[in-house]
């Protein structure tokens, strides 16, 4: 464990105003310092591998450490640190707990038209790997904590902040070793973490999602097997031939539609704001004449809905051979599946094996789960909380519960018994999604509008 380390670069980086102490912020100045604090962290290369969340861990610390806040670094890895610290509240409630992960995933460098690590301001972005995931919900998440702390105001909860490591693709080095060797430090009723999102059109937020739930990463491997020779002599039993006809199958096949209580609320909710063609569709969705109508176009124009009906299996990497003019004795063929919560994997691998209905081609689970948990309750105080707020700052919006088709660090906490729900920071048409994406960036005027909204909604559910 790591306590206190100093960033000795922050006070020149950022420029501080005084201490709020009145109970309603200057938003604007906090959009602004929030922005500051982003850029801060998408110019620290924390790139995993190797990770080097620590020196992003002690930037974070160093800001902590200027408004007089102690915070703690752990690290189950030398450089791989996980920062906590807290506010207390009189313990009449539960904690909330605020987080985001700051490792982010490499970059192909000379796919990106700027800097990746410059935190450059364009154009109306932040542009920089890490500023939509999850550099944008740490930062935001750190700038509520320290306004909350400026405010100084009497808490029914302690609010406790969390900036962890390892998300992408290391949680050992990140929530599972902070649940695992210092549970007391983060445990919580509550926790808000990355994971949702808002539509921003033009000026207005139109749709605030929350992710209650998530899908589980699951993976298999095709491996097709035959015998080896000269590429001349063409074979009935080529590997590569019975893998590529295996991997055609889920071209079009895939398993069945299970809605459960999030997916079946995030179609009622959303038939309520799209065009009427789209709101008939998802209507009827378990509509026993028109069901298999809908479900064929949303598989192919729709795959957002799709993957949010069912598990889902796509083909990534294909290995095999070493020369041309051999033919291999074995073929592999990586899927990519993201299982419901309530999926039963063994089942799934004999489907698979039924599917492709091939000897010569041996279907293999590999690879480890996150934890599946129950869909968070949409009727708890966070979530009322949530839809109060969106209610007052967007009242043309909805709040939609949402299954994320990707994982979190959420999935660890429900597991341990923290009700996790999922935001995340507004985009734009021009933005998207570009998480792990080229060219990622987030509009610099939503970075104020989440700001508020978490900041609001923390109170809400936090304030006395």
């Not at 490792?103 to 000379?110: C, L, M, Q, W, Y």
């Not at 605030?208 to 095709?222: G, H, P």
């Amino acid at each position: 464990m790591r306590k206190r380390l100093l960033f000795p670069l922050v006070l020149s980086a950022l420029s501080w105003s005084a201490p709020l102490l009145a109970q309603t912020p200057d938003f604007r100045t906090a959009g602004h310092e929030a922005v500051a604090l982003l850029q801060g962290m998408v110019r620290i290369d924390s790139s995993s591998p190797p990770g080097n969340e620590t020196q992003v861990a002690e930037f974070i610390q160093g800001v902590l450490a200027a408004e007089g806040i102690d915070s703690n670094i752990y690290e189950m890895e030398v450089g791989r640190g996980n920062l906590v610290a807290r506010i207390p509240g009189n313990g009449s409630k539960r904690p909330i707990l605020l987080m985001g992960h700051i490792d982010v995933v490499g970059v192909e460098r000379d796919m990106w038209s700027v800097d990746p690590f410059a935190g450059l301001i364009q154009d109306g972005y932040l542009w920089g790997r890490g500023s939509q995931d999850d550099k944008g919900m740490t930062a935001s998440a750190l700038q509520v904590f320290l306004m909350i702390a400026r405010a100084g105001v009497e808490l029914d909860r302690d609010v406790i902040f969390m900036a962890n490591a390892g998300e992408e693709g290391d949680a050992h080095l990140g929530v599972e070793f902070m649940i695992a060797e210092h549970f007391d430090e983060i445990d919580a009723e509550f926790a808000l973490n990355e994971g949702g999102g808002m539509t921003l059109i033009g000026d207005d937020v139109t749709m605030v999602s929350i992710a209650t739930t998530e899908k589980v990463s699951t993976r298999m491997r095709l491996i097709a097997s035959g015998v080896s020779g000269h590429g001349s002599r063409p074979r009935p039993d080529n590997a590569i031939v019975a893998l590529a006809k295996a991997v055609a199958k889920f071209d079009t096949w895939q398993p069945p539609m299970r809605l459960n209580a999030t997916t079946r609320e995030y179609f009622r909710r959303m038939a309520e704001i799209v065009d009427p063609e789209t709101a008939f569709k998802y209507r009827n969705l378990e509509n026993s004449g028109l069901t298999d109508m809908i479900q064929e176009d949303f598989r192919l124009h729709n795959l957002a809905a799709n993957s949010m009906l069912r598990t889902s299996i796509s083909p990534t990497i294909i290995e095999g051979g070493f020369r041309r003019n051999v033919i291999p004795a074995e073929a592999i063929a990586t899927l990519d599946i993201r299982a419901l919560p309530e999926e039963d994997t063994l089942w799934l691998k004999a489907e698979i094996e039924r599917v492709i209905d091939d000897p010569s081609v041996v279907v293999e689970r590999f690879g480890a789960r996150r934890p599946v948990s129950d869909p968070m309750p949409i009727d708890s105080d966070l979530f009322r909380a949530i839809e109060t707020v969106q209610a007052e700052m967007f009242p043309r919006a909805s709040t939609i519960p949402t299954m994320l088709t990707g994982g979190t660090d959420s999935s660890q906490l429900r597991a341990a018994g923290v009700l996790a729900y999922g935001m995340g920071l507004p985009t734009d048409a021009a933005t998207g999604s570009r998480a792990h994406g080229n060219d990622e960036r987030t509009p610099v005027a939503g970075v104020g509008k989440f700001v508020e909204f978490l900041y609001k909604t923390v109170m809400e559910v936090a304030g006395r």
